[in-house]
């Protein structure tokens, strides 16, 4: 659980799905919606102005009976959103994961947006480290792992 969230940036791939904050919430959830993604970034030029989600559309466009081809993305998309840095490990992102109830983190180093870790993928390198560490263990107790 060491693994920094550089080092799964690195195995995730480089693919960064980022919208304008000069879009309309209609345009943002086709953008989503084109990508099979959950969320987007928002960006206001180079730098990060929030972050848009599938739970935003829910409770601040649809339950508040908005069009969301008129109402602008950053008047319902989180605002303050919390990032962390590239040496950060996995752990850690679990940490505030668990904590914050959140579940995405942008990953930012020297104002420079990197990517993006989700639970998901938090998710998926853990399990993909169990099943390693089991399969290691499975060869060891047969004999198969030389020593």
């Known amino acids: 659980m060491n693994t920094t969230l550089s080092a799964l940036l690195q195995s995730k791939g480089s693919a960064l799905h980022t919208v304008p904050s000069s879009l309309t919430v209609s345009d943002a959830v086709k953008e ?7 969320s987007v970034l928002v960006m206001n030029g180079e730098k990060l102005a929030g972050i848009f989600t599938e739970r935003d559309v829910l409770t601040r466009v649809v339950a508040e009976n908005l069009d969301p ?10 605002g303050s959103v919390l990032t962390v840095g590239p040496e950060m490990t996995v752990q850690q992102a679990m940490d505030i994961f668990t904590e914050k109830r959140c579940r995405h983190l942008p990953v930012i180093q020297g104002g420079r947006l990197l990517g993006l870790i989700s639970i998901g993928d938090v998710s998926r390198w853990v399990a993909n ?19």
């Not at 560490?133 to 198969?144: C, F, P, V, W």
Request: hydrophobic residues 30%; without cysteine.
């Open 69 to 78: 081809r008129t109402t602008p993305i950053t008047k319902v998309m989180s």
């Open 32 to 38: 989503m919606s084109r990508h099979k993604i959950g």
């Open 129 to 147: 480290a169990h099943r390693a560490e089991a399969e290691s263990l499975r060869q060891y107790i047969s004999g198969d792992l030389s020593t």
